[in-house]
């Protein structure tokens, strides 16, 4: 035992009374730092196991997009695929009432393609269609050309005054339309003055001139829309274009041919494609114009059709079929467009 105060040599234990087992406690490495604490083993259960670890990354990784998309894909689902598989379901009953249905299978797309009336409304939306087609294009395509010119002041307000029809809508468009083609309207005011004539002209009551009416509140309203394409895309042809062009000797029809048109294609194909869609699905336009068919038919289309059988009959079945041989119609006039267009773009 040593001496009180005196302190113990080197390597000697201290004895305090305690005869049991001593703890034994973790030393550090001789070559770390005697500071640090000691890490546990990697096999130890409080350390993740790497692969495990990957794995949830990738499922994550994977997992992520379609988490960030799920909302548009319910709401999608919700107002989009469950009501086309709805209708798909209608077209083969015989509705006459919310709750009354009997099931026909094919009868309704039989009456369809024997139905009269349905062949004059096929041909009126084809008619209206061509129509829009042939005058929309070269129309805004022309108000495109004069308005790039660098000669033409004030672009910006013609280009506002073009497109304006645009924004206000068929329906308030058709009411317009409706009020400058009455019988005292001032066109009929403007034409009698010009020709003299006392009697003014029945815009809506001859088929012939319902049509043309038609036509041209249409174009009124749509042509502005396809010049605001058609003037982006010639903005956006590369002037040194028209300049090798016009060293090499090329005229104005030429650089239009050659230059211009190429350059303006995807925009045209993206104008005959959604003009040909709309005029299909014309429907407010002529039947507010006309407060129904119009004169011998002139108004009646395809979706005025098939709003007389849903609304009006209350077979929503057979308005269902309708709407599914409307969708095919478009489809199938897409398709042919598409195929014509590449078919040409080969041949150039």
Known sequence: MPAPGARPACGSSVSSGWTGPRPTWPTASVTGDSRRPMMPSPGSPSTPRPAARDRLWALQHRCSPYLFISPFLVLFSIFMLYPLGR???????????????????????????????????????????????????????????????????????????????????????????????????????????????????????????????????????????????????????????????????????????????????????????????????MFELPYVLFQGTGPGLAGLTIVSYLFQWGFEAGDIGYASAVGWILVILILGVTIAQIRITRATREDH
């Open 87 to 281: 209708s798909v379901v209608l077209s083969l009953y015989k509705t006459a009432g919310p709750r009354t249905q009997r099931f026909v299978g094919l009868d309704n797309y039989l009456f369809i393609l024997r139905d009269a009336l349905f062949h004059e409304a096929l041909r009126n939306t084809l008619l209206y269609a061509v129509a829009l087609i042939c005058l929309q294009i070269p129309l805004s395509l022309g108000l495109a050309l004069l308005l790039n010119h660098r000669a033409v002041q004030w672009r910006n307000l013609f280009r506002f005054s073009f497109f304006s029809p645009h924004l206000v809508g068929h329906v308030f468009v058709a009411v317009i339309f409706l009020l400058l083609l009455a019988k005292n309207g001032p066109v009929n005011l403007f034409l009698s003055q010009l020709t003299g004539m006392a009697r003014g002209v029945e815009w809506t009551s001859d088929p012939v001139l319902a049509r043309a009416a038609v036509v041209i509140a249409t174009l009124w309203l749509s042509v502005g829309y396809g010049m605001i394409y058609f003037l982006a895309a010639l903005q956006a042809v590369d002037r040194e274009q028209y300049e090798a062009a016009e060293v090499d000797g090329a005229g104005p029809w030429a650089r239009f041919w050659h230059v211009t048109l190429p350059g303006i294609r995807p925009v045209l194909i993206f104008l005959l494609l959604v003009g040909t869609i709309g005029a299909l699905q």
